[in-house]
């Protein structure tokens, strides 16, 4: 096997190093430049919208059939790492899409997959619904209602913590249908925003990721057409998990991109600032963590890509990497931009320089799609069953 030039083991497809590139490219000319005001004003990204948007890459992950770029799960993680260095606000757009439809993808009806779908690929964008204020971790404790009304179906009850909620066109909602039943009573429905009864709430003030909207939404007697529903009753709970199979990975890329732009602004700031009459990268603290930062962000990015082409290859026990790759590249990302404020010193600590910023966008990682706590109680259960 040695020597074979076919054996590409741990290396990428010649397209993904181009994606990669064209998205790189993209990043720092529409969307960099914008990234300091979106945090400071704590307002969305249309910048990023319009120019992801115009380059196809809002939804990646729409399959050709649908009229999307069908990019799989590795290059879907490429393009939301890129915008991630530059700025973790815009880097939602694509993550979030993917995280709003991927339940319907997955086990959602063919026409509802072209009319959802059909909406991304034209530039609107979805979003996911599970948590509750009372029901974060432990989800499945959720108390949304829906009721079957003739053919419809009448949802009731809030959720919150909605990224971009208020900004999307349609939203997978998990509501319980049968209370009797526990978390097999669960079932989720594609909510579109123009549905009589559906309600845009109050945005939360935030750490980080100031550009990308968190909104409660409101569901008052939400009347849903019956062909909304994703598969069948009862099975929304199982949906909303398999959906986080697949979209922790974009997580962890998420993580990755944002790490690796603060240590590119640590790397250029180092190699610039003196002290002593030296650069303070030639002192050997310095690059002692500069090389610590860089190799605990390859650890990471090869652990994303692993989980995300694993999810690709449609493996069954997705449970554990999925929840490995999105913790350990969260942890990563909180450990190398609280390093690279270190490295900037007093300038670091000014929004001057981005690395603060990235600091507060790194830390929301470890917190959603599950909180790393959590994500390690998914790697014992799966380790330990
Ligand atoms: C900015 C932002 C965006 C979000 N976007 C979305 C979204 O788009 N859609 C969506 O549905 N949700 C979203 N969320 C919700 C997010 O997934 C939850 O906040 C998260 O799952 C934690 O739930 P919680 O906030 O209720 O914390 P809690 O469940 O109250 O947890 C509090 C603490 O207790 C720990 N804990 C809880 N249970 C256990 C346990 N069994 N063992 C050990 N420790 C435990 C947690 O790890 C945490 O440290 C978002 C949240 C934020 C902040």
Redesign the pocket.
């Known amino acids: 096997m040695a020597g074979n030039p076919d054996f590409n083991l741990f290396q990428l497809e010649d397209f993904h190093d181009e994606l990669r590139s064209a998205i790189r490219g993209l990043a720092e000319k529409e969307i960099a430049p914008y990234a300091k005001e979106v945090d400071g004003q704590a307002r969305f990204p249309e910048e990023a919208l319009t120019a992801l948007n115009a380059a196809g890459f809002n939804a990646v992950h729409v399959p050709e059939a649908y009229g999307g770029q069908g990019a799989d799960s590795v290059a879907t993680c490429i393009v939301i790492e890129e915008v991630a260095r530059v700025c973790g606000s815009s880097s939602l757009i694509p993550a ?1 899409n993917k ?2 439809t991927m339940g319907l993808i997955l086990n959602g009806s063919e026409e509802l997959k072209q009319k959802v779908l059909g909406d991304l690929v034209e530039g609107k964008m979805a ?13 499945a404790a959720m108390r949304t209602r829906a009721k079957a009304d003739g053919d419809d179906w009448i949802i009731n009850g809030s ?7 208020g900004k999307s066109e349609w939203y997978t909602v ?1 509501a319980v249908t049968d209370p009797e039943k526990g978390a097999n009573g669960i079932s989720a429905f594609m909510v579109h925003k123009d549905d009589e009864g559906f309600v845009v709430g109050p945005l ?1 003030h ?1 750490l ?2 100031k550009g ?1 909207p ?1 909104a409660e939404l409101y569901f008052e007697n939400c009347r849903v057409p019956g062909d909304r529903i994703i598969g069948e009753p009862g099975t929304g709970f199982k949906t ?1 998990l398999q959906t986080l199979d697949h979209t922790r990975p974009t997580i962890g890329a998420q993580a990755v991109g944002i790490a690796q732009g603060a240590l590119d602004a640590a790397i250029a700031y180092t190699k610039d600032r003196k002290q002593f009459g030296k650069t303070i990268a030639s002192f050997q603290n310095t690059e002692f963590m500069l090389a610590d930062m860089a190799m605990k962000i390859e650890a990471a990015r090869l652990m994303v890509y692993t989980s995300a082409a694993r999810a690709e290859r449609g493996e069954k026990n997705l449970g554990f990497i999925s929840a490995a790759a999105k913790c350990f590249a969260s942890d990563v990302a909180m450990q190398v931009t609280t390093d690279a404020v270190q490295l900037f010193g007093g300038a670091g600590y000014t929004t001057d320089f981005p690395v603060e910023r990235m600091m507060r966008d790194a830390k ?1 990682t470890q ?8 994500q ?2 998914v790697m014992a259960r799966n380790i330990l069953r």
């Open positions: 979030v995280l709003g979003s996911y619904c599970l948590s509750e204020r009372e029901a974060g971790s432990d989800a959720k919150c913590w909605i990224t971009n909620g998990m939360e935030k980080g990721i990308s968190t909303a929301i917190i959603y799609e599950g909180t790393n706590q959590i390690r109680l």
